[in-house]
RNA sequence: CUGGGUGUGGCGCAGUUGGUAGCGCGCGACUUUUGGGAAGUCGAGGCCGCUGGUUCAAGUCCAGUCACCCAGACCA
């Protein structure tokens, strides 16, 4: 991408309003424009990180088996009263919506109903099953209050897998697998080293759901860990008894915050029953699906991963997110010259600035956007034919011969 | 929803005791600059969140309303 072709301006101070870290260096660096308080538009740069963290996730789903759909945000009430959820009392964060021709419609806050739904018209044997489907999704939460920057919106991208099964063995199977696979996904999207499984309530239908927090310090769950952080719980669930089943003690927990980027959930018969998502086995008798849920915060990760690696300069994302690999800037009219070359060639994985500011101005702005390498090409590094790379992470310094940068 | 705060060019802000708006950044043109957010000159751009009221006169006063931020509560 020619910085001088997009129509993303970066600012030096961020807007008032925006006084999350995540949200004042995103909204800086062009990533995100707010339409109103929790609800975000992804400009280019912004929907490449979204994008790169799609695919990892997908990466990782698919080797599992699972496979991706993309359902309607349009929600028809009648469904979701056969499992008491339209009911604003019930769940509270619905955005409700009239059609002109009568009658009341919902956006989508999750989708355990209209999937399950879905499934009565394909699953009618246990060679059906097992089931493993997601998506990527927008999802609409009326929240009381947005806040956070991206972290908290009302309109949001969430990936939401849900899983089918004939016995709860085998929904304890996949549930085990797919804790494997966070673990991948988060460490493949630079935060594993800080994100942990975290127990947390399980409703009525299992004891635990496991979260997956990411430590920050503007998280919004108040989180508990012991030394090794082998057992980390949330608030929710700090009792006497969850202790004595973690086999921990208070006293040696120690409390932080944390960010939720996941969490699943073994839904069981929660809404297969009231929904009659049954099956036929072997014995030709007639049986109900197990089903569970697992969701990955998409949007907020993001915000997360800005969050996280983001210092006085601006951000700083992992090779794996971030929109491109190189920041390319040539100096003078030979470094220029050159610099328009190593584009042509590299064209995918750089953001050249090639707008006609000084260098000082690029260099400030190379390290807001935050790619992980400004590769400037001037007179002086043209003597061997090279270019000096920065990382901007470690802001280590290196002269690297132009034909060894890799794509 | 409760409490606190804020709405003035694209962004950040100032605007004294009411007299129809000003600064920095950014933006356009020209000149000089060109490895860490350059300098000069000229210039474009706002009816001051919205509605109503008081007044000869309202960004400034009053009432209402909307939006946004922070804390809390809430978070299927």
Redesign the pocket.
């Known amino acids: 991408m020619r910085f001088s072709k997009t129509f993303i301006?970066?600012?030096?101070?961020?807007?008032?309003?925006?006084?999350?870290k995540n949200?004042a260096l995103l909204t800086r660096a062009g990533y995100i424009h707010?339409e109103?308080?929790?609800?975000y538009d992804f400009l280019p740069l912004g929907l490449k990180v979204i994008e790169n963290i799609k695919a990892i996730i997908r990466d990782e789903l698919n080797k599992l088996g699972c496979e991706e759909v993309l359902m309607s945000a349009l929600q028809n009430p009648e469904l979701w009263e056969k499992t008491g959820?339209f009911s604003d009392s019930?769940?509270?964060?619905w955005f409700k919506t009239e059609l002109s021709a009568g009658g009341i419609l919902g956006l989508a806050?999750?989708h355990?109903e209209p999937l399950t739904n879905m499934l009565r018209t394909y699953i009618s044997s246990y060679k059906d099953l097992p089931l493993y489907i997601y998506q990527f999704q927008t999802?609409f939460?009326n929240?009381?209050?947005?806040?956070?920057?991206i972290l908290?919106g009302r309109e949001f991208l969430m990936k939401d897998l849900y899983s089918f099964h004939t016995s709860e063995e085998d929904l304890d199977k996949f549930y085990s697998e797919v804790e494997k696979a966070y673990g991948r996904i988060f460490d493949r999207l630079g935060i594993g080293d800080a994100t942990f499984e975290t127990f947390a309530?399980g409703?009525i239908f299992s004891k635990y759901s496991h979260e997956f927090q990411t430590l920050l310090p503007?998280g919004?769950?108040t989180i508990y860990y012991n030394g090794d952080k082998s057992v980390v719980l949330n608030k929710e669930v700090l009792n006497d008894e969850v202790l004595a089943d973690l086999k921990v003690s208070r006293d040696e927990l120690s409390e932080t915050t944390g960010a939720e980027v996941g969490n699943i959930f073994k839904l069981k018969f929660k809404y297969s029953e009231p929904l009659e998502l049954k099956y036929i086995d072997d014995n030709n008798t007639q049986k109900t699906v197990y089903m569970g849920c697992y969701?990955i915060g998409v949007s907020r990760l993001m915000g997360v991963i800005a969050e996280k690696f983001a210092d006085e300069?601006?951000l700083a994302w992992p090779e794996s997110v971030a929109p491109f690999k190189y920041y390319l800037v040539g100096?003078?009219e030979e470094?220029i010259k050159k610099a328009e070359e190593f584009y042509e060639d590299h064209s995918e994985e750089t953001l050249f600035d090639d707008r006609?500011?000084?260098?000082?101005?690029k260099?400030?702005?190379?390290?807001?956007i935050g790619i992980p390498y400004?590769v400037?090409?001037?007179?002086?590094?043209l003597e061997n034919g090279s270019a000096?790379v920065?990382n901007r992470k470690t802001g280590e310094?290196k002269i690297v011969k132009l034909e060894e940068l890799e794509k």
């Open positions: 301006k970066t600012l030096r101070e961020a807007p008032k309003d925006e006084t999350a949200g707010k109103m308080a929790g609800v959820r019930e769940v509270d964060v806050p999750t355990e999802k939460r929240e009381l209050r947005a806040k956070s920057g908290r309530s409703g503007v919004e769950d969701g300069k601006g100096i003078g470094g006609d500011l000084r260098p000082g101005e260099f400030a702005d190379s390290e807001l400004r400037v090409i001037s007179s002086k590094t000096e920065t310094t």
